[in-house]
């Protein structure tokens, strides 16, 4: 939580940006995000619109619809930005990650605390997903980056326009040839894995990892946030760095002090600082 000063400092500059000096938020406002303080004083001294988490198929062409949870307007209306969320590798060795894994489901809480809209589903398999169940041996998912993009057309049917794509370590690597594609209005990395080449045969790595930097490298010139964990160590800082060297501007890194690659514990403070990003820099 900000200190005392830091909130002040915080309201001064918030005010002065968006022309709203007679405006004063309530005392506990000093719990809230930077993202949700901006929401209240861009909606006049309300709290964001309200949005609710609904159900929802994702159709994909001769296949079982893809199972999603979407985060959206109580008055139906199509919202200025929402985010769509890529889960990470779905095997048991790699956490076995879904919509309603840590990372997920603390980016959801988020978002509906500042109003911003989301989209989160699982990949085919996961949890019966797509009309079957993955095995949970398996390290790669086949279909995955196709799958991005299916979920990237669906919101795009629903309206939206401005589209920010996000994902955690398998799901970070997978939405980059949609991002590439469709230039979406930000771009979130979450514990993307410059190492994980490593985890392929000695004579297959070289192949991957020239693989994974022409995909990093062909982001477009939109917004975007690497984020891991200090101890992480399949996407350490200093060779996340090395890797995206030459990614276009702009982009950040940020580093959570003490935390894994799945974020145990740390979620909260990953989830607001991806719905912070995506809220001030994919408008």
């Known amino acids: 939580m900000r200190s005392q000063q830091e909130h002040l400092d915080l309201l001064q500059?918030?005010?002065?940006?968006?022309?709203?000096?007679?405006?004063?938020?309530?005392?506990?406002?000093?719990?809230?995000?930077?993202?949700?303080?901006r929401a209240w004083f861009e909606a006049g001294g309300v709290e964001a619109a309200s949005l609710r988490e609904t159900d929802v198929k994702i159709p994909r062409d001769g296949s079982q619809p893809l199972?999603?949870?979407?985060?959206?307007?109580?008055?139906?209306?199509?919202p200025a930005l929402i985010l769509l969320w890529c889960s990470a590798n779905p095997s048991k060795g790699f956490g076995a990650e879904h919509m309603e894994s840590n990372v997920p489901a603390a980016i959801a809480t988020e978002c509906s605390t500042v109003g911003l809209a989301l989209l989160r589903f699982n990949f085919s398999g996961v949890r019966g997903s797509g009309g079957c169940r993955l095995d949970p041996s398996q390290t790669f998912h086949p279909t995955a980056r196709d799958e991005v993009q299916m979920a990237f057309d669906f919101l795009k049917s629903r309206g939206c326009k401005r589209i920010a794509l996000g994902g955690h370590s398998m799901g970070a690597s997978m939405l980059l040839p949609t991002a590439a594609k469709e230039v979406p209005a930000a771009v979130v990395c979450s514990a993307y894995g410059p190492l994980v080449y490593?985890?392929?045969?000695?004579?297959?790595?070289?192949?991957?990892?020239?693989?994974?930097?022409?995909?990093?490298?062909?982001?477009?010139?939109?917004?975007?946030?690497?984020?891991?964990?200090?101890?992480?160590?399949?996407?350490?800082?200093h060779a996340l760095e090395e890797f995206?060297?030459?990614?276009?501007?702009?982009?950040?890194?940020?580093?959570?002090?003490?935390?894994?690659?799945?974020?145990?514990?740390?979620e909260h403070i990953v989830a607001r600082l991806i719905v912070n990003f995506v809220f001030m820099e994919g408008q």
């Open 244 to 266: 995206t060297m030459s990614v276009k501007e702009p982009k950040i890194l940020k580093c959570v002090a003490g935390a894994n690659h799945n974020f145990e514990g740390h």
């Open 13 to 37: 500059r918030l005010q002065s940006e968006l022309f709203v000096d007679d405006l004063e938020p309530p005392r506990n406002s000093i719990e809230w995000s930077e993202a949700r303080l």
């Open 198 to 237: 490593k985890v392929v045969p000695h004579d297959q790595r070289e192949k991957l990892r020239a693989s994974m930097l022409d995909e990093v490298e062909r982001l477009p010139a939109v917004p975007k946030m690497f984020i891991v964990g200090s101890n992480d160590t399949i996407s350490p800082k």
């Open 67 to 78: 199972d999603g949870k979407l985060l959206w307007p109580q008055d139906h209306s199509a």
